[in-house]
Nanobody, 123 residues
Framework: QVQLVESGGGLVQAGGSLRLSCAASGSILSISAMGWFRQAPGKQRELVCTITSGGRTNCADYVKGRFTISRDNAKNTVYLQMNSLKPEDTAVYYC?????????????????WGQGTQVTVSS
């Protein structure tokens, strides 16, 4: 199986910074796209940023210029550097990855989610 484990969430004042990490583990052959999504109370889950295996990034307009996504392919880890945080950034942040994994019968591709990490920005 494949597991995604996030870390780095917490409470920060408006204008502050946090860095989230998400490490994938398991019988992983390769990871194509990785990304971060978030879900605030009473709202739908929304895209924050994504990154391809080649390093091409895409971030939502509401975080452009403030958030940066990066990854370490050797460690199967994706990061989200969040600067100039605003109270409206408060949400549970989820890691997501498209993973090709191996098993005794061959290999399979699937989309996986982490358990989420809480980010709270106080005004």
């Amino acid at each position: 199986q494949v597991q995604l484990v996030e870390s780095g969430g917490g409470l920060v004042q408006a204008g502050g910074s946090l860095r989230l990490s998400c490490a994938a583990s398991g019988s992983i052959l390769s990871i194509s796209a990785m990304g971060w999504f978030r879900q605030a109370p009473g709202k739908q889950r929304e895209l924050v940023c994504t990154i391809t295996s080649g390093g091409r990034t895409n971030c939502a307009d509401y975080v452009k210029g403030r958030f940066t996504i990066s990854r370490d392919n050797a460690k199967n880890t994706v990061y989200l550097q969040m600067n100039s945080l605003k109270p409206e950034d408060t949400a549970v942040y989820y890691c997501n990855a498209d993973v090709t994994r191996s098993y005794s019968g061959g290999y399979s591709r699937g989309n996986y989610w982490g358990q989420g990490t809480q980010v709270t920005v106080s005004s």
